[in-house]
């Protein structure tokens, strides 16, 4: 039975499921850890459900889903008894991203089996095209580990993150100009590597930002223009925390591996950055609170409304984005059926367009606090 093997920290005590009238406060603990654990499992077969529909065409037969304490793998299918089993340990405390992918990874191994008729295939040729044809990690570990940049890239970002340094000048005209040069240097990168690789791009996805019940304005506002000027692919995917049992959605970006490391860049300092100015606006103006959301919404605006004006400079130049198929055709596969759609108001109100004000005076720069690195990164290193 094909499994994917990975050292897991010892996994807890299997929960119990005892809830006598009069429990204790340990046995109401247990209680609690049960009714998550099954509503972990609920979510787990809903994902089944949408994966075999919206991947596999329904081609796949419903199977049990079930928590292992098994700490030498992730995830594992059970031809047999019909069984996808997950880690439990894995399963509650890692990204749920990690989570559905290993469930991916499982549920090609289920294809292979049922649909192809190849019962013992493991980690052969045959399971690796069937997840390069649905976009699914064919390693055994089955996580998304992001690759690191090649030399290529690594170089790129790091002209890219000593212009960013130039960005804190305090002379207004050079920081602008630092800006520029960055986003002229991607572009040309970009427009370079579309007319070189005839397909051969390295395509990956990495989720930014917190698992949130609500999207706001700002943050779709975010996330369009991270696709219209940095060369990625975005949108809001489900999540869920089996530590709470509750559900929301989180922004996914696909592109290549030195793009994603500018909008990721780019996502963290402007959410930062849109904060710390509106504490000014506030802590100036005496506002009320209600307007935090509008205001944030405006500096997001006001940004794009920047992007956009030297976007038109640059086609002036004959710099001229045309997209990129491949990351599309790559979106496709991985999200079939999926429409990117990015949606906010336009309502007109003094919050906004103060916001509007202090987000076109925005200059892309590194944050204070970030060191230079040596692998090419804007970000400092973390865990993924």
Not at 85 to 98: G, K, M, S, T
Request: proline letters at 5%.
């Amino acid at each position: 039975m094909p499994t994917m093997s990975q050292t897991m920290p010892k996994a807890p005590a299997p929960y119990t499921t005892d809830s006598a009238p009069h429990a204790s406060p340990k046995s109401q603990e247990q209680s609690l850890h049960a009714a998550l654990e099954i509503a972990l499992l609920h979510e787990l077969q809903q994902a089944h459900q949408q994966l075999n529909a919206v991947l596999f065409n329904n081609s796949l037969r419903p199977v049990v889903l079930a928590l292992t304490d098994t700490s030498s793998i992730l995830g594992r299918w059970h031809s047999e008894t019909r069984t996808i089993e997950i880690n439990r340990a894995f399963a509650i405390h890692q990204p749920w991203v990690h989570v559905i992918e290993v469930l991916k990874h499982e549920m090609a191994h289920q294809f292979v089996d049922q649909i192809l008729g190849q019962k013992n295939d493991g980690h052969g040729e045959l399971f690796r095209s069937v997840c390069q044809r649905f976009c699914i990690d064919p390693r055994a570990s089955g996580l998304p580990n992001a690759h690191p940049p090649s030399e290529q890239e690594e170089r790129v970002l790091s002209r890219v993150a000593r212009l960013l340094a130039l960005a804190d000048s305090p002379n207004t005209h050079e920081a602008h100009a630092a800006m520029s040069a960055a986003q002229r240097l991607m572009l040309r990168y970009n427009i370079d590597q579309a007319r070189l690789a005839s397909g051969q791009s390295r395509y990956e996805f990495r989720q930014v930002g917190h698992i949130t019940g609500r999207i706001q304005e700002s943050e779709r506002i975010l996330a369009a223009l991270l696709i219209e000027h940095f060369f990625v692919n975005a949108l809001w995917v489900q999540a869920y925390v089996p530590m709470t049992g509750k559900s929301g959605s989180v922004l996914e970006l696909c592109g290549t591996p030195a793009n994603l490391e500018m909008a990721e860049y780019v996502y963290a300092f402007l959410s930062h950055t849109a904060q710390q100015l509106w504490n000014a606006h506030q802590k100036s103006t005496k506002c009320s609170g209600r307007d935090r959301q509008t205001y944030l919404a405006g500096v997001m605006l006001g940004f794009r409304e920047r992007l956009a004006r030297e976007s038109t400079a640059q086609q002036c130049e004959g710099l001229v984005w045309a997209g990129d198929p491949g990351l599309d055709a790559y979106l496709r596969a991985r999200h079939p059926h999926t429409r990117r759609l990015v949606r906010y108001g336009n309502r007109r109100t003094q919050a906004r367009e103060h916001g509007k004000r202090a987000g076109r005076e925005i200059v892309l720069r590194r944050p204070f606090e970030a060191q230079p690195t040596n692998d090419g990164r804007l970000l400092p290193s973390k865990s993924r």
